[in-house]
């Protein structure tokens, strides 16, 4: 990926964020995904009032690409205030689809504030069936 790239993801990851259903937590998160053939696919958390029903960002974008037939992915920027790194669910269902995917993580209200890892840093020695 170019920095332009990811420059690219990381805004659609800031306006995926919009869409965020979190009345419970407030905690705002957006999710933009690149598949290796250049096709995003952006995703955001969705509350439930039964809390353990809440769907991550991250795992949003990832079913709505696997569903449409994606399966090859690049990079998944994420988006959130203040600036936070994927949960151990999220981690897990990234490393499912490829050791290399690109996570690049920035604060929505200041996009300087930006850092990326392999997924495989995130997750080591990640299970495998
Ligand atoms: N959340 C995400 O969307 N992604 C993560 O990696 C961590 C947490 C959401 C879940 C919940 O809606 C809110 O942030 C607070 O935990």
């Given at each position: ?122 997750i080591p020695e990640n299970?495998?069936?």
């Open positions: 990926m170019t920095e332009i790239d990811r420059i690219n993801l990381v805004h659609l990851a800031i306006a995926a964020r919009k869409s965020a259903y979190a009345p419970y937590s407030r905690f705002l998160v957006g999710a933009a995904l690149m598949t290796s053939d250049g096709i995003p696919f952006t995703g955001c958390n969705v509350e439930n009032t039964s809390y353990g029903l809440c769907i991550c960002a991250e795992r949003t974008a990832i079913c709505k690409a696997v569903s449409e037939g994606h399966r090859a992915f690049e990079a998944i920027a994420i988006a959130a205030t203040p600036f936070a790194t994927p949960c151990g669910a999220c981690r897990q269902f990234i490393v499912e689809f490829g050791q290399q995917i690109e996570v690049i993580c920035v604060d929505a209200d200041d996009p300087s504030n930006m850092k990326s890892w392999k997924i495989d840093e995130l299970f495998k069936f």
